[in-house]
């Protein structure tokens, strides 16, 4: 059974530093593509980083370029992403997914086909 946990969310202030962490279980998480998605409030669930172990490295959300970076740990069966510069427009519900099963078209998170969902976990920017 696939069991993803996330971790680390919590309230910053603008402009200060959060690191989600995710705890992946009962998977080959070395062959899944990986990744974090976001739902604010009144808002559709979108992709903000994604590893797709076929692409030469990670997605990114244009909105999150240049601040966020995912990471994997495989030896630890763990995947972290570590936000700076955080904003307001950045709160939101965080979730880790993983699929072993990519689509054949779109790109980056896009692609991913019935994920498995982590809890989720709040991050709240305030300003």
């Known amino acids: 059974e696939v069991q993803l946990v996330e971790s680390g969310g919590g309230l910053v202030q603008a402009g200060g530093s959060l690191r989600l962490s995710c705890a992946a279980s009962g998977f080959a998480f070395e062959d899944y593509a990986i990744g974090w998605f976001r739902q604010a409030p009144g808002k559709e669930r979108e992709g903000v980083s994604c590893i797709t172990r076929r692409d030469g490295s990670p997605y990114y959300a244009d909105s999150v370029k240049g601040r966020f970076t995912i990471s994997s740990d495989n030896a630890n069966n763990t995947m972290y992403l570590q936000m700076n510069s955080l904003k307001p427009e950045d709160t939101a519900v965080y979730y880790c997914?993983?699929?072993?099963?990519?689509?054949?078209?779109?790109?980056?998170?896009?692609?991913?086909?019935?994920?498995?969902w982590g809890q989720g976990t709040q991050v709240t920017v305030s300003s």
């Open positions: 997914a993983a699929t072993g099963i990519l689509l054949d078209y779109g790109f980056g998170c896009a692609r991913f086909y019935s994920p498995d």
